[in-house]
């Protein structure tokens, strides 16, 4: 059991779930939220509420910040900047890569070590280990305090740009909705045939792996800037895109997703590119 001392600002969904990891990891957590009433259930299990936020701020040298947005990060935190002078403040609260950037500049000016998180999973996530918190910004936080924000879940480094955290934040949820939507039309596919979604789903937890073994080859290709077509080209992805149509289309499903891969893939082949690899699309992201 650890005796470094946390605050959490920010007694959400996912402030509750941090305060509740730090407080079974057996940290003494001092909480506060703008709604006084959301404290009481980790007020049972032992963390002690704080009347305000500079009384909050001051009760330790970690503050954890974890509120809707940006605009109310600022609002809670400028009027304690001094009493956080000196102090560590991890940001869990989402936004953009720029303001992340300007919450550790106006941090620096206050000299406040910043962090900036993000947090890659949903409150039941909060405390396992194979959770991943993207951390960037100040590295002599996680540097002071590793151990302490390990109990959240596992710690990745980003490095020192502010707004790294953020931007893979945003990546990632992106890619998370792309494979929603791709697993949801496949399960919509094959459900046509009566196929249960947790039978069809166990295959694909498979052929995520597989797909994720592909993109690790991809990756190299990107960062050399050359798509040799050497496992599948995107000629045969075009051929192999219609299977899927046409199944689509004997089943009633709607095909906006596969029309949009398809046309993706097209652009490639008209520019002369149907013997690359499926990783030259990168290219038409780039150029949009
Ligand atoms: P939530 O349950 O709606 O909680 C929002 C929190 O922000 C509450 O503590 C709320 O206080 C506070 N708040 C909002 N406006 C405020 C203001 N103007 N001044 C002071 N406090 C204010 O949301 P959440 O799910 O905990 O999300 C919080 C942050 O975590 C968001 O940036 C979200 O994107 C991020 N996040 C959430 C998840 C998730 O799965 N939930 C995952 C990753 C990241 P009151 O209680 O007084 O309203």
Redesign the pocket.
């Known amino acids: 059991m650890s005796t470094q001392n946390v605050t959490v ?9 941090l305060a509740g990891a730090f407080l079974d990891a057996g940290h003494p957590t001092t909480v506060w ?3 006084p009433g ?1 404290a009481a259930p980790l007020v049972a299990r032992g963390a002690v509420r704080a009347d305000s936020v500079a009384e909050a701020v001051a009760a330790s040298d970690l503050v954890v910040i ?4 940006y ?2 990060v600022r ?2 935190l400028a009027p304690v900047a001094e009493t956080l002078r000196g102090r560590a403040l991890v940001n ?4 953009s890569p720029e303001q992340a950037r300007e919450e550790a500049k106006w941090a620096a000016g206050h000299g406040i070590t910043y962090l900036d998180g ?6 039941p996530g909060v405390g396992d280990s194979a959770s991943m918190f993207l951390y960037s910004g100040a590295p002599e936080v996680l540097a002071a305090h590793r151990e302490t924000l390990a109990v959240l879940g596992d710690p990745v480094d980003l490095g020192s740009d502010a707004g790294l955290a953020s931007l893979y ?1 945003t990546g990632l949820l992106g890619l998370m909705w792309s494979v929603f939507g791709g697993w949801l039309h496949a399960t919509a596919l094959v459900g046509a045939d009566g196929v249960a979604a947790k039978d069809f789903t166990a295959v694909v937890d498979r052929w995520l792996r597989t797909v994720s073994w592909f993109m690790t080859g991809y990756a190299d290709q990107i960062d050399a800037g050359e798509y040799p077509g050497d496992d599948a080209t995107i000629d045969v992805q075009v051929v192999a895109i219609g299977h899927l149509l046409h199944a689509g289309a004997d089943r009633g499903i709607d095909a906006r997703l596969p029309e949009l891969h398809l046309d993706l893939m097209r652009s490639a082949v008209a520019a002369g590119h149907g013997q690359d690899s499926y990783a030259r699309l990168i290219e038409a992201f780039r150029k949009a």
């Open positions: 600002i920010g007694l959400g969904q996912m402030g509750a779930a939220n703008r709604t959301k974890c509120v809707l947005d605009t109310a609002a809670l869990f609260t989402s936004g993000a947090v890659m999973t949903t409150p934040d």
